[in-house]
DNA sequence: ATGGTCGTTGCACGA
Protein backbone atom coordinates (compact mmCIF):
# COMPACT_ATOMS: atom_id res chain seq x y z
CA UNK A 1 0.00 0.00 0.00
CA UNK A 2 1.45 3.39 -1.36
CA UNK A 3 0.60 6.46 1.30
CA UNK A 4 0.86 9.89 0.65
CA UNK A 5 0.18 13.38 2.28
CA UNK A 6 0.12 16.70 0.63
CA UNK A 7 -0.56 20.14 1.88
CA UNK A 8 -1.90 20.94 -1.36
CA UNK A 9 -2.35 25.21 -0.23
CA UNK A 10 -5.59 25.53 -2.59
CA UNK A 11 -7.17 22.47 -4.12
CA UNK A 12 -9.23 24.52 -5.96
CA UNK A 13 -5.88 26.07 -7.47
CA UNK A 14 -3.93 22.62 -7.35
CA UNK A 15 -6.64 20.41 -9.00
CA UNK A 16 -4.85 20.05 -12.16
CA UNK A 17 -1.27 19.65 -10.59
CA UNK A 18 -3.03 17.02 -7.78
CA UNK A 19 -4.68 14.78 -10.49
CA UNK A 20 -1.25 14.52 -12.69
CA UNK A 21 0.90 13.67 -9.92
CA UNK A 22 -2.00 10.80 -8.68
CA UNK A 23 -1.71 9.41 -12.35
CA UNK A 24 1.88 9.77 -12.06
CA UNK A 25 2.52 8.49 -8.80
CA UNK A 26 -0.09 5.86 -7.99
CA UNK A 27 -0.41 5.76 -4.31
CA UNK A 28 -3.08 3.86 -3.24
CA UNK A 29 -4.47 7.05 -0.10
CA UNK A 30 -3.58 10.44 -0.34
CA UNK A 31 -4.16 12.66 2.59
CA UNK A 32 -4.49 16.23 1.52
CA UNK A 33 -4.34 19.63 3.86
CA UNK A 34 -5.20 22.93 2.99
CA UNK A 35 -8.17 22.52 0.32
CA UNK A 36 -9.31 25.78 1.36
CA UNK A 37 -12.94 24.11 -0.10
CA UNK A 38 -16.41 24.01 1.40
CA UNK A 39 -17.54 20.72 1.20
CA UNK A 40 -20.04 21.39 -1.45
CA UNK A 41 -17.20 22.44 -3.69
CA UNK A 42 -14.69 19.81 -3.53
CA UNK A 43 -13.87 17.75 -6.79
CA UNK A 44 -14.99 14.53 -5.65
CA UNK A 45 -15.71 13.28 -9.22
CA UNK A 46 -12.92 13.72 -10.32
CA UNK A 47 -11.06 11.52 -8.30
CA UNK A 48 -13.70 9.53 -8.52
CA UNK A 49 -12.42 9.37 -12.23
CA UNK A 50 -9.41 8.72 -10.90
CA UNK A 51 -10.44 5.61 -9.16
CA UNK A 52 -10.62 7.32 -5.92
CA UNK A 53 -13.50 6.93 -3.33
CA UNK A 54 -13.14 10.50 -0.83
CA UNK A 55 -13.78 12.12 2.27
CA UNK A 56 -13.26 15.78 2.81
CA UNK A 57 -13.91 18.02 5.75
CA UNK A 58 -13.61 21.81 4.60
CA UNK A 59 -15.15 25.48 5.26
CA UNK A 60 -14.17 27.35 2.77
CA UNK A 61 -11.49 30.08 2.40
CA UNK A 62 -9.06 28.24 4.80
CA UNK A 63 -8.45 25.09 6.47
CA UNK A 64 -9.79 21.64 4.85
CA UNK A 65 -8.51 18.19 4.82
CA UNK A 66 -9.30 15.16 3.01
CA UNK A 67 -8.27 11.39 2.66
CA UNK A 68 -8.92 9.95 -1.36
CA UNK A 69 -8.53 6.26 -1.30
CA UNK A 70 -8.47 3.32 -3.70
CA UNK A 71 -8.18 0.64 -0.86
CA UNK A 72 -11.26 1.38 0.75
CA UNK A 73 -12.61 4.24 3.11
CA UNK A 74 -15.16 3.67 5.73
CA UNK A 75 -15.36 5.19 9.30
CA UNK A 76 -15.31 8.14 8.37
CA UNK A 77 -14.94 11.31 11.39
CA UNK A 78 -14.57 14.34 10.86
CA UNK A 79 -13.06 16.43 13.49
CA UNK A 80 -11.98 15.08 17.20
CA UNK A 81 -13.44 12.13 18.24
CA UNK A 82 -11.64 12.22 22.14
CA UNK A 83 -15.09 13.74 23.51
CA UNK A 84 -13.68 17.07 24.03
CA UNK A 85 -14.50 20.43 22.89
CA UNK A 86 -14.86 20.44 19.16
CA UNK A 87 -12.05 22.25 16.65
CA UNK A 88 -13.55 25.24 15.53
CA UNK A 89 -11.28 24.96 12.38
CA UNK A 90 -11.82 21.99 9.51
CA UNK A 91 -8.07 20.44 10.36
CA UNK A 92 -8.78 16.92 10.93
CA UNK A 93 -10.29 13.98 8.98
CA UNK A 94 -9.75 10.06 9.93
CA UNK A 95 -11.24 7.00 8.02
CA UNK A 96 -9.99 3.15 7.36
CA UNK A 97 -8.30 2.46 4.48
CA UNK A 98 -6.93 -0.44 3.46
CA UNK A 99 -7.46 -2.30 7.26
CA UNK A 100 -5.24 1.04 8.44
CA UNK A 101 -6.93 3.74 10.37
CA UNK A 102 -5.56 7.04 8.86
CA UNK A 103 -5.89 10.94 10.12
CA UNK A 104 -5.20 13.68 7.81
CA UNK A 105 -4.18 16.81 9.96
CA UNK A 106 -3.85 20.23 9.49
CA UNK A 107 -1.93 21.49 12.76
CA UNK A 108 -1.95 25.37 13.79
CA UNK A 109 0.89 27.57 12.42
CA UNK A 110 1.21 29.13 15.94
CA UNK A 111 2.43 32.08 14.05
CA UNK A 112 4.72 33.02 17.06
CA UNK A 113 5.32 31.63 20.34
CA UNK A 114 3.61 35.17 22.04
CA UNK A 115 0.38 34.67 20.23
CA UNK A 116 -2.93 32.91 21.42
CA UNK A 117 -2.67 30.53 18.30
CA UNK A 118 0.70 29.13 19.43
CA UNK A 119 -1.09 28.13 22.75
CA UNK A 120 -4.02 26.93 20.51
CA UNK A 121 -1.45 24.90 18.52
CA UNK A 122 -0.30 23.32 21.54
CA UNK A 123 -3.90 22.24 22.95
CA UNK A 124 -4.48 21.44 19.55
CA UNK A 125 -1.51 18.47 19.07
CA UNK A 126 -2.96 17.61 23.08
CA UNK A 127 -6.00 16.94 21.39
CA UNK A 128 -4.70 14.96 18.60
CA UNK A 129 -3.22 12.44 20.46
CA UNK A 130 -6.53 12.01 23.02
CA UNK A 131 -8.26 11.35 19.70
CA UNK A 132 -6.09 8.57 17.87
CA UNK A 133 -5.91 7.10 21.94
CA UNK A 134 -9.63 7.24 22.05
CA UNK A 135 -10.26 5.40 17.99
CA UNK A 136 -6.88 3.15 18.12
CA UNK A 137 -4.84 0.61 20.76
CA UNK A 138 -0.88 1.51 20.05
CA UNK A 139 -0.93 -2.45 18.73
CA UNK A 140 -3.25 -1.28 16.07
CA UNK A 141 -2.96 0.20 12.44
CA UNK A 142 -2.81 3.62 12.84
CA UNK A 143 -1.36 6.03 10.71
CA UNK A 144 -1.55 9.59 11.49
CA UNK A 145 -0.22 11.86 8.70
CA UNK A 146 -0.18 15.50 7.38
CA UNK A 147 0.79 19.41 8.05
CA UNK A 148 2.37 19.51 11.51
CA UNK A 149 3.91 22.50 11.55
CA UNK A 150 6.60 21.25 13.79
CA UNK A 151 10.11 20.23 12.52
CA UNK A 152 10.86 17.59 15.07
CA UNK A 153 14.49 18.04 15.68
CA UNK A 154 17.46 20.26 14.24
CA UNK A 155 18.07 18.04 11.67
CA UNK A 156 14.88 19.18 9.80
CA UNK A 157 15.42 22.67 9.81
CA UNK A 158 18.04 23.89 7.14
CA UNK A 159 19.80 26.24 9.86
CA UNK A 160 18.35 26.34 12.92
CA UNK A 161 20.19 29.32 14.15
CA UNK A 162 17.83 31.63 12.06
CA UNK A 163 14.33 29.72 14.18
CA UNK A 164 16.09 30.48 17.72
CA UNK A 165 12.52 31.72 19.48
CA UNK A 166 10.43 30.93 16.61
CA UNK A 167 7.33 28.45 16.28
CA UNK A 168 7.69 25.07 14.64
CA UNK A 169 11.13 24.18 16.97
CA UNK A 170 9.81 25.07 20.22
CA UNK A 171 10.63 22.62 23.14
CA UNK A 172 7.03 22.72 23.94
CA UNK A 173 5.59 21.37 20.63
CA UNK A 174 8.49 19.24 19.77
CA UNK A 175 7.57 17.57 23.45
CA UNK A 176 4.07 16.86 21.97
CA UNK A 177 5.37 14.96 18.71
CA UNK A 178 7.46 12.96 21.66
CA UNK A 179 4.76 12.63 22.97
CA UNK A 180 2.86 11.02 20.00
CA UNK A 181 6.13 8.75 19.86
CA UNK A 182 5.64 7.53 23.46
CA UNK A 183 2.03 6.42 23.13
CA UNK A 184 3.07 4.13 20.18
CA UNK A 185 3.97 5.89 16.87
CA UNK A 186 7.24 6.07 14.93
CA UNK A 187 7.91 8.83 12.37
CA UNK A 188 8.48 6.83 9.38
CA UNK A 189 10.18 8.91 7.33
CA UNK A 190 12.98 9.76 9.58
CA UNK A 191 13.53 5.72 10.39
CA UNK A 192 14.50 5.06 6.55
CA UNK A 193 16.78 8.65 6.57
CA UNK A 194 18.43 8.62 9.73
CA UNK A 195 20.83 11.49 8.98
CA UNK A 196 19.24 12.76 5.52
CA UNK A 197 18.69 16.75 5.15
CA UNK A 198 15.63 16.65 3.75
CA UNK A 199 12.72 18.73 3.79
CA UNK A 200 9.10 19.27 2.62
CA UNK A 201 8.09 22.66 2.74
CA UNK A 202 9.84 26.10 1.30
CA UNK A 203 8.91 29.40 1.67
CA UNK A 204 7.74 30.58 -1.89
CA UNK A 205 9.79 33.77 -1.63
CA UNK A 206 13.42 34.46 -1.97
CA UNK A 207 14.08 31.45 -3.96
CA UNK A 208 13.94 29.24 -0.70
CA UNK A 209 13.42 25.98 -2.28
CA UNK A 210 16.32 26.24 -5.26
CA UNK A 211 18.50 27.26 -2.32
CA UNK A 212 17.87 24.90 -0.32
CA UNK A 213 16.07 26.04 2.39
CA UNK A 214 13.65 24.20 3.80
CA UNK A 215 11.69 22.71 6.97
CA UNK A 216 10.76 19.22 7.14
CA UNK A 217 7.48 19.47 8.77
CA UNK A 218 4.94 17.02 6.45
CA UNK A 219 5.39 13.94 8.97
CA UNK A 220 4.07 10.32 9.23
CA UNK A 221 3.17 8.69 11.73
CA UNK A 222 2.54 4.83 12.31
CA UNK A 223 2.21 2.62 15.12
CA UNK A 224 4.96 0.04 15.26
CA UNK A 225 2.68 -2.87 13.92
CA UNK A 226 2.75 -0.34 10.48
CA UNK A 227 6.54 0.78 11.12
CA UNK A 228 7.52 -2.65 10.09
CA UNK A 229 5.34 -2.50 6.99
CA UNK A 230 6.97 0.15 6.16
CA UNK A 231 10.05 -0.57 3.10
CA UNK A 232 10.34 2.48 1.77
CA UNK A 233 10.17 6.49 2.37
CA UNK A 234 10.70 9.24 0.12
CA UNK A 235 9.41 13.39 -0.48
CA UNK A 236 8.45 14.05 -3.68
CA UNK A 237 10.48 17.17 -4.12
CA UNK A 238 9.51 17.05 -8.10
CA UNK A 239 6.46 18.24 -7.42
CA UNK A 240 7.65 21.33 -6.04
CA UNK A 241 9.48 22.15 -8.90
CA UNK A 242 7.68 23.71 -12.27
CA UNK A 243 4.39 26.12 -12.96
CA UNK A 244 2.11 27.03 -9.77
CA UNK A 245 3.62 24.31 -7.08
CA UNK A 246 1.74 24.22 -3.52
CA UNK A 247 4.86 25.32 -1.21
CA UNK A 248 4.56 21.56 0.07
CA UNK A 249 6.18 19.02 -1.37
CA UNK A 250 4.12 15.38 -1.00
CA UNK A 251 5.73 12.75 1.55
CA UNK A 252 5.40 9.05 0.20
CA UNK A 253 5.49 6.07 2.09
CA UNK A 254 5.39 2.56 0.81
CA UNK A 255 3.89 -0.51 3.34
CA UNK A 256 4.17 -3.89 2.44
C1' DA B 1 20.67 43.73 6.72
C1' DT B 2 16.30 43.41 4.60
C1' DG B 3 12.90 41.39 1.94
C1' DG B 4 11.79 38.49 -1.49
C1' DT B 5 5.54 35.03 -2.87
C1' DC B 6 1.61 32.88 -2.99
C1' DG B 7 -3.37 31.89 -1.75
C1' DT B 8 -7.65 33.70 -0.28
C1' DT B 9 -10.58 37.93 -0.97
C1' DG B 10 -11.47 42.41 -2.14
C1' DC B 11 -7.95 46.97 -2.07
C1' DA B 12 -5.43 43.13 3.82
C1' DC B 13 -3.94 39.08 5.92
C1' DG B 14 -2.40 34.35 6.79
C1' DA B 15 1.30 31.16 5.78
Given at each position: MRLATWNVNSLKARLGRVEEWLADVQPDVLCMQETKLADDAFPALSFAALGYESAHYGQGQWNGVAIVSRVGLTDVVVNFADGGDPDPDARIITAVCGGVRVSSVYVPNGRSLDDDHYQYKLRWLKQLRRHVAALNEPTDQVVVTGDFNVAPADIDVYDPSKFVGATHVSPAERAELSALCDWGMVDLFRRHHADAKLYSWWDYRAGDFHQGR?????LVFGTTSVAERCEFAIVDRNARKGQSPSDHAPVIVDLT
Open positions: GLRID
